[in-house]
C-alpha cells in the first residue's frame, strides 16, 4: 500500500516497474569460499592485507531485467544522485520507477525530486531479507570474486566490473534471482 501511495496520482500501476537498489564494498579484504580439489590435498586459499576498496551502487528491475551500476571510491549523497539519474534514464519513457533502497544515510527521499519518472521508498531497518540486491552481491562474491588477490585499485574497479557484466548477461539469471512475488502491483 505504502508504494502506491508515494507514487503520483496520474502515473497508472500499469506503468509501474519496481526496481531494487543497494551497494556494496568490494577489495582486497576479499571473500574466501570453499573450492573444488582432489581428495587428500589441501587448496590454499591467499587472503590479501591491504586495504583498498571500491563500491558498487547496482539497482536491478526483476520484472524486465533491465540493471543499471556505478562503481566509485566512496559513497555519499552525491554519488547516490548520479546513480539516480542513471535509472532515470534507464528508465523507458511513459514508466515511472519505484526505487526500493535500506536506510542508508545517503537513501533520502528528496534526491529523487530532480527526477519526474523515480521514487524512492525506504525498507523497514533491519531488514536485508526483503531487498534482493543482497543475493545479488552474494552471487557476485561467490561466483566471480571470491579467493582473488587484487592489485590496486584500478584492478578491482576492472574485476567488480567484469563481474557485474558477466552477472547481467542472463537477463533470466537477474530476473529469478531477484524477483519477489509482493512486487506485483496489479493483478
Not at 99 to 114: E, F, K, N, P
Not at 165 to 184: A, G, Q, T, Y
Request: proline content about 4%.
Amino acid at each position: 500500500m505504502e508504494t502506491i501511495l508515494h507514487i503520483p496520482g496520474h502515473v497508472r500501476l500499469q506503468c509501474v516497474d519496481v526496481w531494487f537498489q543497494d551497494e556494496a564494498r568490494f577489495g582486497q579484504q576479499n571473500t574466501t569460499t570453499r573450492i573444488w580439489a582432489e581428495t587428500g590435498t589441501r587448496p590454499r586459499a591467499r587472503r590479501q592485507q591491504q586495504f583498498e576498496y571500491s563500491y558498487l551502487f547496482g539497482a536491478v528491475c526483476p520484472a524486465t531485467g533491465a540493471t543499471e551500476a556505478l562503481i566509485t571510491p566512496f559513497m555519499n549523497k552525491d554519488i547516490m544522485k548520479e546513480h539516480l539519474s542513471l535509472i532515470s534514464k534507464r528508465t523507458e519513457l511513459g514508466r515511472h520507477a519505484v526505487l526500493i533502497v535500506d536506510g542508508a544515510s545517503w537513501h533520502q527521499a528528496y534526491l529523487a525530486d530532480d527526477f519526474d519518472n523515480l521514487t524512492l521508498i525506504k525498507l523497514p531497518p533491519y531488514s536485508p531479507e526483503l531487498n534482493p540486491m543482497e543475493q545479488v552481491w552474494q552471487w557476485l562474491r561467490q561466483h566471480e570474486l571470491a579467493n582473488r588477490c587484487f592489485e590496486n585499485y584500478d584492478d578491482i574497479v576492472d574485476q567488480c566490473s567484469r563481474a557485474w557484466n558477466v552477472f547481467i548477461e542472463d537477463v533470466e539469471r537477474v530476473k529469478k534471482l531477484c524477483w519477489r512475488d509482493w512486487i506485483k502491483l496489479t493483478t
